[in-house]
């Protein structure tokens, strides 16, 4: 952008190409994994709205929450299409959670509508603090989702997060692993803050991964926190759990699973999604995407098979009902696979893509498999993120961005299209169910 950084940016470009041309097979210097952000303590009046986020509520309505030091301070989002005309407003409920020594404050979930589509809405939280303000998706396609996994809030996340807030898209889905807090519940905390000018500007639509776990045996149940802070629309889908649910934007219906909670035959997450499924109406919803935590097609040594047993039990289901793409994360790498099915390219299975390479403290997963799957198509270890354009009925474009330094690259794109135009058929249309 500016000229001094140019500068200084050329002479390593210049040691960039030294190096590839003495190697000829590293076309790419991968960067070492940052440092994690600093969060300076900033006090402020205990009834300022804090982290603030929001999500899809069902057709037409989105939760707001945010955080409160103050317990009395009301559950009030004040919202309209100008700015500081707030023509409606919503009320909620707040609730709070203590973690060892740690109480969180109190948690506002307020939902709001119902809403127009494509429009932009100016908002207040508490009755209060600064006003914020969100755009609604389409009602039709064109949509664009932003994808990236296991953020965690290093260097590179902030670069991440700077990325996806250059692009144009209407909800971003993420496959688990949020703050990597990792039982530091204050750090759940600084994660609010961090997303919160992307979070409360565009739906976030997230799945748990390991790091949302935070258990302690015979003390602590999992998923306290993410629970009490991540409510996603699973009452709203019909789920009797936060850790699975469903949601539907423009012309995608999109499935949220549990990595980390029963999928066997007999668990409510099985015989939820059966269900759930069985009510998509592709002339409604002509896509149909999964994500998950743990990839179920994975050539990378890290984490290596322990997707197999869901994907036993699963991917018959999702095969069955058509389903279009599947996003993982949980490997620190990006990984695209052709349609594939019970271990092999198949046309009639999904695309599975991971993308576990938000920029978290661990760093990244370069190891791979050699030689690479017939499946794979592409995979790299990068930090990045994805964005998939649904353009119409049967095509969508799907990109990858690797952050470069901190420039982002588009060095994986592909056409992606519906299942509806590949001449199969769900499996139980062509058992005439
Ligand atoms: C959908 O978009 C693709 C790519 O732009 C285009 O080739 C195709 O004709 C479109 N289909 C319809 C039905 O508009």
């Known amino acids: 952008m500016v000229p001094n950084k140019l500068k200084i940016l050329l002479p390593l470009w210049a040691v960039v190409m030294a190096i590839t041309a003495v190697k000829a097979t590293a076309d790419y210097v991968r960067p070492p994994a940052r ?103 389409p009602a039709q396609f064109p949509v664009t989702f932003a994808v990236a996994g296991d953020l965690g809030q290093t260097g590179w996340t902030k670069s991440t997060l700077d990325h996806i807030d250059l692009c144009e898209y209407d909800v971003h889905l993420l496959p688990g692993d949020l703050s990597y807090a990792d039982y530091i519940q204050r750090r759940w905390d600084t994660f609010g803050e961090l997303v919160q000018p992307l979070a409360s500007a565009r739906p976030w639509m997230v799945t748990q991964g390991n790091h949302e776990k935070e258990n302690i045996p015979f003390f602590i149940d999992g998923f306290e926190s993410y629970n009490a802070r991540w409510k996603m629309p699973y ?61 179920w097609y994975n050539s990378n040594h890290a984490h290596q098979g322990e997707g197999d047993e869901m994907m036993q039990v699963m991917e018959p289901l999702l095969y069955a009902a058509g389903v279009d793409i599947v996003f993982a994360g949980h490997v620190h790498a990006y990984e695209r696979s052709k349609r594939v099915y019970n271990g092999k390219s198949d046309p009639c299975g999904p695309v599975h893509i991971t993308i576990g390479d938000g920029g978290n403290k661990e760093g990244l997963a370069n190891r791979y498999k050699d030689p690479s799957p017939e499946w794979s198509v592409f995979r790299e270890a990068s930090f990045g993120h994805g964005e998939l354009k649904i353009v119409n009925s049967t095509h969508a474009f799907w990109s990858w961005h690797r952050n470069d330094d901190d420039e982002s690259v588009r060095s994986d794109e592909a056409w992606i299209t519906s299942f509806t135009t590949t001449g199969c058929v769900a499996k139980e249309q062509k058992e005439g169910r």
């Not at 982290?51 to 037409?60: D, R, W």
């Not at 500081?84 to 009320?91: E, F, L």
């Not at 404050?105 to 209060?128: A, D, F, K, M, S």
Request: charged share 15%.
């Open 35 to 137: 440092k994690t952000l600093h969060f300076p303590w900033d006090p402020k009046p205990s009834s300022h709205p804090q982290q603030v986020h929001i999500s899809l509520a069902g057709e037409n309505h989105m939760r707001v929450t945010w955080i409160t030091s103050d317990a009395s301070s009301p559950s009030l989002v004040e919202y309209g299409t100008s700015p500081g005309q707030y023509t409606s407003k919503g009320h909620g409920d707040t609730t709070s959670y203590s973690y060892i020594l740690y109480s969180s404050g109190t948690i506002h979930h307020t939902v709001i509508g119902p809403l127009e589509h494509n429009t932009v809405y100016y908002y207040r939280c508490g009755g209060q603090g600064p006003e914020l303000h969100f755009k609604t998706p």
């Open 235 to 295: 009452e709203e889908s019909g789920s009797s759990s936060n850790l699975f649910y469903s949601f539907e934007v423009a012309g995608a219906h999109v499935v949220m699973l549990g990595s980390y909670t029963y999928y066997d035959e007999n668990s409510d997450q099985y015989n939820w999604l059966k269900a759930d499924l069985s009510t998509v109406d592709r002339k409604k919803t002509p896509w149909l995407l999964a994500l998950f935590h743990v990839p």
